[in-house]
Nanobody, 123 residues
Framework: QVQLVESGGGPVQAGESLRLSCTGS????????MGWFRQAPGKEREFIAV????????YYGDSMKGRFTVSRDNTKNTVYLQVINLKPEDTAVYYC????????????????WGQGTQVTVAS
């Protein structure tokens, strides 16, 4: 069974930093694209970034450049999301995604999704 499990979310204060983790199981994800979306209440899912491990490249959404950084550890089947200078508008459920073929900003292109981890940023 293929699964993605996020961890590291929780309540934080504005201005703080946070690192989220996503670990895949059921198969090796070393040649999968793995990345992150988020969804705030009442809003559509928003692309953050994706790491294409085949080409060793990372793509960021335009509004995500600067404060968001994706890294990976293939030996652990894990991708990370580092966020600095958190703001109240960053409050959302953060989802890990993976796909064998696509490195896309379209959520419909990803075959595998985690259950999400809640990040709540207080003023």
């Amino acid at each position: 069974q293929v699964q993605l499990v996020e961890s590291g979310g929780g309540p934080v204060q504005a201005g703080e930093s946070l690192r989220l983790s996503c670990t895949g199981s059921g198969r090796k994800f070393s040649n999968y694209a793995m990345g992150w979306f988020r969804q705030a209440p009442g809003k559509e899912r928003e692309f953050i970034a994706v790491s294409d491990w085949r080409e060793n490249r990372t793509y960021y959404g335009d509004s995500m450049k600067g404060r968001f950084t994706v890294s990976r550890d293939n030996t652990k089947n894990t991708v990370y999301l580092q966020v600095i200078n958190l703001k109240p508008e960053d409050t959302a459920v953060y989802y890990c995604v993976a796909d064998l073929y696509y490195s896309s900003n379209d959520p419909k292109m990803y075959d595998y999704w985690g259950q999400g981890t809640q990040v709540t940023v207080a003023s």
